[in-house]
């Protein structure tokens, strides 16, 4: 199917203001007042209406093309999308776009049962490894090494479930140089399947846990894209990798758990545990001597509520970083925006045990819930912070589709993250 773009507004026998109309050669999209937003709207209309293989005609410029590529999917099944006739850095930029994104989808929407801890980081160094063999090695820690080493959080969350908690340590060094230093390391969420544990969701929020892998995909997928880009710097990527699940071996309310750098800290939800493996994978990032560290996750209820779905939220105590990040989603066309982050967001779980409890004991945290989270991993991060940004991912999946975006992973934050690295 021929897609044609057009200034035109749709004859009168479309209706008024007619976002799409049917032509001799294909079907028109007429743009109005926000033209990339109107042709992922067509392409999501058109996608729905069961079209699987479309042809974009005539002049597209590359967002155009991007947006259009964002709404023409279905979780349903495989599409087709040929681009439109464009320079080869435009179609280079397209086809790496496509295939980390793709990359995404296929990861996030996969089911719980398909897409455990060991599978995630099995696929992820597979993808990235495939993208510069020569370029990458990585390690696999589980089940109780990850105890022996010392990383309490990916451990306690993980170890309710048959399948084993998993961290993966991959290092994309295109130098080869073993003492070249580490320019960024990036640090993702991978919970294949969140029950809450003893805290346990409801069915209707539990329903689309599988999704809460999300930040993982998202640092792979970027970390790819940048590779393709042609990226030259040295970039670890650190996956925390668990299924939170109920048995007689899961982790329970008022535990203390002891981290690599000391902090105590007592378990009141145990739904709150993307936190806890993450402060892990920060830890193992700032021993890296990384400068600019990135952590995303699908962390909190709280930045969904603040934002919606169609915003990321940025946090971090190192300002000028943060502002730099949400100019750059801006320029990507990724929404975010920055929440709240302050030190005495540090000490806003409070425990009478511990150096600090990983929520506070009420529902979604309390008031400032994304922030208090985001203090929480403050802990953990080295430089006070310098260098350091959490991307909570309100907008990286949506759960029943809208007129933008069908079902499933939306891939928004992996371009933030990659111009990130390019420029890091």
Known sequence: ??????????????GEGALLSWRQDGIAIHLGHTPLEAIQQAARRLCSQGIRQAVLAGHWEREQQWAFAQGFQTPKAEVELQWATCDEADRAELEARWLCGRWVREMTNATPEQLG???????????ITELAPDKVSHRILKGEALQQAGWAGIWAVGRGSDREPVLLELDF???????APVAAALVGKGITFDSGGYSMKSSEGMLTMKSDMGGAAIVTA??????????????????????????????????ILTYKNGTTV????TDAEGRLVLADGLQLAGASGAALIIDAATLTGAAVMALGGHYNALFGLDKGLVERARQV????????????LEPWHQGMCP??????????????????????????LSRFVPREGEGWLHIDLAACFSDSGDGLWAPGATTLGMRTIARLLDEA
């Open 173 to 179: 060094n295109p130098g080869r140089d073993p003492k």
């Open 266 to 269: 007592e378990i009141v939800n």
């Open 222 to 255: 970027a970390l790819g894209l940048a590779i393709l880009r042609g990226l030259r710097q040295r970039v670890k990527l650190i996956l925390c990798c668990a299924e939170n699940l109920v048995s007689g071996h899961a982790y329970k309310l008022g535990d």
């Open 1 to 14: 199917m021929n897609i044609w773009l057009s200034r035109e507004p749709a004859a009168p026998e479309w």
């Open 329 to 340: 989603a801006e320029a990507e066309h990724e929404p975010a925006w920055p929440l709240p």
């Open 351 to 376: 425990s009478h045990y511990a150096d600090t409890a990983n929520s506070r004991p009420m529902k979604g945290g309390g008031p400032g819930g994304a922030s208090n989270a985001a203090g929480f």
């Open 117 to 127: 801890p060991l599978e995630l980081a099995v696929e992820a160094a597979a993808f």
